[in-house]
């Protein structure tokens, strides 16, 4: 059974950074990704990854934010730089492998003076 299992998530002020981590297992994936959910919202695209290396962001976040990918280590990565108060969301981890994708539980990010 695939699992993904999220880090890094905290409470940050405006302007600084976190990175979270999401370490899948099972064999690699083709897409990796971070979607985030603010309260009252729907839950959106932040980044993705190819197996490749390709990237793609969402407007709000380019050039602020990194994401990345270890393939040996079947780990995705989303450095979070000048972090704004519109960041503030729940970030999930989620994995494509041809028709199949998968969820991570979701890991909180706050960002709050």
């Known amino acids: 059974q695939v699992q993904l299992v999220e880090s890094g998530g905290g409470l940050v002020q405006p302007g600084g950074s976190l990175r979270l981590s999401c370490a899948a297992s099972?064999?690699?994936?083709?897409?990796m990704a971070w979607y985030r959910q603010a309260p009252g919202k729907q839950r959106e695209l932040v980044a993705l990854i190819t197996s490749g290396g390709s990237t793609t962001y969402a407007d709000p976040v380019k050039g602020r934010f990194t994401i990345s990918r270890d393939n040996a280590k079947n780990t995705v990565y989303l450095q979070m730089n000048s972090l704004k108060f519109e960041d503030t969301a729940v970030y999930f981890c989620?994995?494509?492998?041809?028709?199949?994708?998968?969820w991570g539980q979701g890991t909180q990010v706050t960002v709050s003076s």
């Open positions: 099972g064999s690699i994936f083709n897409v």
């Open positions: 989620h994995a494509q492998r041809g028709l199949q994708y998968y």
